[in-house]
């Protein structure tokens, strides 16, 4: 299995904040990878906290929040996912300046994953 498909969703059946903090964990891997196709001056800026901390946060905060989270983490899957296996098909297909599509899917898992990761902060 590689980074990127370590990323498909759960069977639904374990602990939600598990499988949504794997999923995270997934995306931070691929997060590397993609910086690495965006280039030299791309840094990966998208790193999950401390499982404890957000574990913590996740059981007191609301029932809506909760699954505000893990849609979240469902959604930034899925764009990590599919936007690094396109990449990865454009890169293998010889063309040029997939760098500057890396560093948009970059940013944009950055902002996704803040704002996922912001909900569990309020």
């Keep these: 299995m590689s980074k990127i498909d370590s990323i498909e969703k759960a069977n639904g059946e374990g602990d ?6 794997a999923r995270l964990k997934a995306v931070e891997s691929v ?4 910086a690495n196709l965006a280039g030299p001056e791309e840094t ?3 790193t999950v906290a401390d499982p404890v901390v957000m ?15 893990d849609r979240g983490c469902d959604d930034l899957a899925v764009m990590a996912q599919t936007g690094a296996k396109a990449l990865l098909q454009l890169n293998s297909a010889g ?6 599509a890396a560093q948009r899917l970059m940013r944009e898992i ?10 569990l902060q309020k």
Aim: glycine share 4%; no cysteine; proline share 5%.
């Design 16 to 21: 939600p904040f598990a499988e949504s903090f």
């Design 31 to 34: 997060a590397g990878l993609v």
């Design 55 to 69: 574990e913590s946060a996740y059981r007191n905060s609301f029932p809506m929040t909760q699954k505000r989270f």
């Design 95 to 100: 063309r040029s300046r997939t760098d500057i």
């Design 44 to 46: 990966v800026s998208f």
């Design 110 to 119: 950055q902002m996704s994953g803040r704002r996922t990761l912001d909900l």
